[in-house]
């Protein structure tokens, strides 16, 4: 189940691999598949959530396919 504190959905998804590494050896695959434009960009964006973040952090990379369910709201309000 993916979900997220910012945004009120949850959705279920199959999780097709997971990678722990630092943050440098994040690929470009991995974060243009996250939306970020170079790895500068990257360590910026994670910068607002953890502002020590850097380089050297270790990071865990999710991939995953098959996504479905509803957002957050939606489910609730049909019970």
Same mark, same amino acid.
Request: glycine residues 6%; charged residues 25%.
């Given at each position: 189940?993916?979900?997220?504190?910012? $945004?009120?959905? =949850? *959705? &279920?998804?199959? =999780?097709?691999?997971?990678? $722990?590494?630092? &943050?440098?050896? *994040?690929?470009?695959?991995? %974060?243009?598949?996250? /939306?970020?434009?170079s790895q500068?960009?990257? =360590?910026? /964006?994670?910068? &607002? %959530?953890? #502002? $020590?973040?850097?380089?050297?952090?270790? *990071?865990?990379?999710?991939?995953?396919n098959n996504? #479905?369910g509803a957002? &957050?709201?939606?489910?609730?309000?049909?019970?």
């Amino acid at each position: 189940m993916l979900c997220c504190p910012l $945004h009120p959905f =949850i *959705v &279920a998804a199959k =999780i097709t691999d997971v990678r $722990h590494c630092l &943050a440098k050896e *994040v690929t470009e695959q991995e %974060y243009k598949d996250d /939306g970020f434009d170079s790895q500068e960009e990257m =360590i910026k /964006g994670m910068k &607002a %959530y953890y #502002h $020590h973040f850097g380089l050297e952090n270790k *990071v865990t990379v999710l991939r995953w396919n098959n996504v #479905h369910g509803a957002m &957050a709201d939606d489910y609730w309000m049909s019970f």
